[in-house]
């Protein structure tokens, strides 16, 4: 497995751990529409970056390391936003909301469970 591939699946995995499970869906469109358009804007960006600081008759001079140090600056801004956001809602000190889950009471599987009759319960009938 690449290293990409590795680093979006623990960001997914950390990222999961944080929010209901009723929200699951959401997280995981945000966290796939985030990336789908990172891989569509990041490659069209850097090769007009690149154009520019290297054949470009109006480019400032000749610098192909250009579309790198634009990567870094990308890189250390989604830092500052992260160290930002990770300071105002606190999500160092917040408890995961893995750490206290919720099962169901599910049957085995081919069974259906049906639940118990409550003899205590009002019964509309009566």
């Not at 250009?66 to 890189?75: M, N, Q, S, T």
């Amino acid at each position: 497995m690449p290293l990409a591939a590795s680093a979006v699946a623990a960001i997914n995995g950390l990222l999961s751990r944080q929010v209901p499970d009723n929200a699951q869906g959401e997280l995981q469109g945000a966290v796939n529409a985030a990336n789908s358009l990172a891989t569509t804007i990041g490659p069209i960006a850097t090769t007009q970056i690149f154009f520019y600081f290297t054949t470009a008759p109006n480019s400032p001079g000749y610098f192909p390391g250009a579309p790198f140090l634009a990567a870094a600056i990308c890189v250390a801004l989604a830092f500052i936003i992260f160290a930002t956001a990770a300071w105002r809602f606190e999500l160092s000190r917040r408890p995961s909301i893995a750490n206290r889950p919720i099962v169901p009471d599910l049957a085995p599987p081919g069974q259906i469970r049906i639940p118990p009759i409550d003899e205590d319960a009002d019964d509309p009938r009566r």
